[in-house]
């Protein structure tokens, strides 16, 4: 009887054991909260956020998932409520995911979403009354195969705007801060690259919100993928303008919200190697160093996306020679003013200076080297942008290699005419240069450099001089003349306030106002907003009382038949006309005695011109 029973258990222990392997990926537990906050107490309604959050749960629910909470216009108590049930949910999960909708701010790098209750009056009350992007990856942190938090609140926030600093230099800027996931298999999808806004559309959902649903629940696709695919949904959508970034990694198997449940067709797997390929490109891309595009490339050393990577590397090695040349000029001056101080001999200074003068040529042509890579390099990127759209089904064999660059031809650009089985409205051309210069003057007027409330499609003088003033306080040297896509970038790379705002007399700027300038005691303020120490009047003494120190003073309340006669020797009239009006042009209207002979009216005027020329600053 126990051989019996030994050999029934292990017949059930091997019939469960095979029943477990033979089980499918669905057998993960999926959870996820929606949440969506349109009705702020103290901002505007926001129409999208639970448009947004009510398509997604329905999403993730006719995905299958086990546990779907949706959540609407949340005060901070049931957001902390909400968040710690799920997190009871997300503790014996394998998936989970957060989706978020609604106001976000970053503080001094730190990114929060707002419950509806908020008020934020001043940046600290950002602890107490927001929740940190932090808090809700603690949330998810127990999950055992995936953390995924999506976060779509890259909006115009008008409780920044409001806001008042406790500390001037505290950094409040526009959209969210990059984050890097402390926790492995983790994404963090924000709507738009950190730092910049996102659109909330003209339909009922967000570009944004809309590529989710098309694209996050495709039946085996691989998260990266997925993403990849919205963002150049949104790209399109946006004209370019919105670019969503997801930030953490995953390891090498695909990780799908929802299981494939039949094997590829066979004309896929013509389409999987290109996507894949694209996505790793994009990777290299991202990371923008000399190490991962050589990865890359080594991987993949043939096709579209290895010219492509080659003209990004291009310029990464261009920028490193600019660097070392810019350094190596730097030390070659220092080094000829170091001999032309300590008087060197005459050879060794001619050395030096044409050392000097040879490295800052190399540098020069290093900088010019550098320039021609960068903008060979984002015209291909911006073609890239334009013409590379997901495909809705399988691509043909003659359309990739359509958009193949011939191997060897590392130089060139993909082919400018369509490809077989692409509809021209898909290449269509980018931004033309009007809406280049409107898209530059609006960032100028962000980073506080232009003035003018609205912009222009005409580069005008005043829009080159708030670029000019822009490369002046961001240490840039963009072109001035003609406004260019690159320019554009680099004005978007800044995510604060570049130039100081302009205040009348009196004021001065204090981070994005004017404060009121407050001389001490004892100075005032001159016409440049400077307090300079007001200068005390000190009596200067005259020949007419140093001659007079033994003889009383002459009363002023005297009358004027009372004043002394003149004698035969006085001085003529005009001269004393000139005495008296020197003494009006310094100042001192006292009554005074005047000259009796010419030589003392003579001393008098010297004297009286000295001290007029002192008090004119002549």
Known sequence: MNLRAHINFYGFALFAAFVLACSPASAD??????????????????????????????????????????R????????RRALRDFADQARDADIAVIYYAGHGIEIDGTNYLIPTDATLERDTDVYDEAYSLERILRTIEPA????????????????????????????????????????????????????????????????YAAALVKYIAAPGLDLRRA?????????????????????????????????????????????????????EYELALQLGSKQALDAFLAQRPEGYYANLARLQLAQVVAEEARLAATEKARMAERERTRL??????????????????????????AERTKLAAQEQAAAAERKRIMTDVPPAGPVPETQIAANDVAPGKTETYPSTGPAKGVSLASLAAGPSQAEIMRSVQIELRRVGCLTAKAADSDWNM????????????????????????????AIRQKLSRV????????????????????????????????????????????????????????????????QPRLDDGAA???????????????????RYRLPSSEQELSSRIQGLLGEWSVHSGR
């Not at 448009?51 to 546990?67: V, Y």
């Not at 003033?469 to 072109?479: H, I, M, Y």
């Open 340 to 365: 032309a101080a300590e008087g060197a001999q005459g050879a060794a200074q001619e050395k030096a200076a044409a050392d000097a003068k040879a490295a800052e040529e190399a540098r020069l042509a």
């Open 499 to 562: 130039c100081p705002p302009p205040c009348e007399h009196g004021y001065k700027a204090d981070g994005d106002s004017c404060t009121k300038i407050v001389c001490a005691e004892g100075s005032f303020l001159n016409e440049d907003n400077a307090c300079v120490k007001r200068r005390g009047k000190t009596p200067i003494g005259t020949r007419d009382d140093r001659d007079h120190r033994g003889s009383p003073p002459e009363r002023a309340d005297r009358m004027p038949h009372e």
């Open 29 to 70: 537990k999926r959870v996820a909260l929606v949440v969506g906050n349109s009705s702020y107490k103290h901002a505007p309604l926001l129409t999208n956020p639970a448009n947004d959050a009510t398509a997604i749960a329905g999403t993730l629910k006719s995905a299958g998932f086990d546990f779907v909470d949706t």
């Open 572 to 590: 003529p009239a005009d001269a004393q006309d000139a005495v008296i009006g020197l003494r009006i042009g310094t100042g001192r209207m006292q």
């Open 227 to 279: 993403f990849g695919f919205v963002r150049d949904e949104v790209l399109r959508a946006t004209g370019n303008r919105q670019e969503p970034y997801v930030y953490g990694s995953l390891g090498g198997e695909d990780v799908a919200l929802v299981p494939e449940a039949t094997k590829p067709a066979a004309s896929t797997p013509s389409v999987i190697p290109q996507a894949e390929i694209r996505h």
């Open 462 to 489: 005043e829009a080159q001089r708030s670029l000019m003033a822009f490369n002046r306080k961001a240490g840039t040297n963009l072109d001035v003349i003609a406004a260019s896509a690159d320019t554009l970038d």
């Open 72 to 79: 609407f216009n949340l005060p901070s108590a049931d957001m």
């Open 144 to 207: 055992r195969r995936l953390r995924l938090v999506i976060v779509d609140a890259c909006r115009n926030n008008p409780f920044a705007d409001a806001m008042k600093r406790t500390i001037a230099t505290r950094s409040i800027s526009r959209g969210l801060a990059r984050v890097e996931p402390a926790t492995s298999n983790t994404l963090v999808a924000f709507a738009a690259k950190a730092g910049l806004t996102a659109f909330d559309g003209n339909g009922g959902n967000s570009p």
